[in-house]
């Protein structure tokens, strides 16, 4: 069964600072996207940041990247310089290759402290 | 460019009534469509996908259902609204093909009273 765990439900970070979500998954396949959402106030879902699984190099976006532990089936996501307009809800989703379904965590909310 | 396309943005429903939320998708062809709920400060419950014209796969048995009567265009209906199916309705559309993309529309506030 494939499955996205985010342990941390709520998190904070002080305006200008770094702060690391994380998010673990399992699945017995070796092709599949791994991807970052943002879902603010207004509830639209923005995407974030997306990794292919058999790239090694970490995808980055700006003052967002990620760290993509493929034996450890880890993908967490780093935000520097945090700013307000990062304080929302993130979900950590992957989606099988060749498959239909995305699979979401639980999410974790940020709040980013002025 | 792809495009997506959800509504109404808003919505409220006594119970018992029907329901009918709509989504198309502009800018792609033969996507994956699919419909999640998210009640308040909760997560992504997946009710229905489509891989095509009149496929769709159900994963959570309820009141709800799902029709693609074209190509682009995703519809969630229900005869008779419960006041649980109050909640934020997001529809979807991914194509694999090309590097895996995945993208949501605006979704639908939705409150049964």
């Known amino acids: 069964a494939q499955t996205v765990t985010q342990s941390q439900p709520e998190m904070s970070v002080q305006e200008a600072e770094t702060v690391t979500l994380s998010c673990t998954y399992d699945?017995?396949?070796?092709?599949?996207?791994l991807f970052w959402y943002k879902q603010p106030p207004s509830r639209q879902m923005i995407l974030v940041i997306r990794q292919e699984a058999y790239k090694q190099q970490n995808a980055t976006e700006n003052r967002f990247s990620v760290n993509f532990q493929k034996a450890a089936k880890s993908f967490s996501l780093k935000i520097s310089d945090s700013q307000l307009g990062d304080t929302a809800m993130y979900f950590c989703a992957f989606i099988v290759r060749t498959g239909n379904q995305f699979y979401f965590g639980t999410g974790t909310s940020l709040t980013v402290i002025p | 460019s792809q495009t997506i396309h959800q509504w109404p943005a808003t919505l409220v429903q006594p119970v018992g009534s029907p329901l009918s939320l709509e989504c198309t998708v502009e800018g792609t062809s033969n996507p994956n469509l699919y419909w999640y709920r998210q009640a308040a400060g909760r997560g992504l419950q997946l009710l229905f996908y489509s891989v095509g014209i009149g496929q769709i796969s159900s994963e959570v048995p309820q009141n709800l259902s799902a029709s693609r009567p074209q190509d682009r265009q995703f519809i969630l209906s229900s005869k008779k609204l419960l006041l649980s199916d109050s909640g934020f309705y997001l529809c979807a559309w991914s194509v694999l093909r090309g590097g895996g993309r995945f993208w949501f529309g605006p979704g639908t506030r939705l409150t049964v009273t």
């Open positions: 699945t017995s396949e070796n092709n599949y996207y």
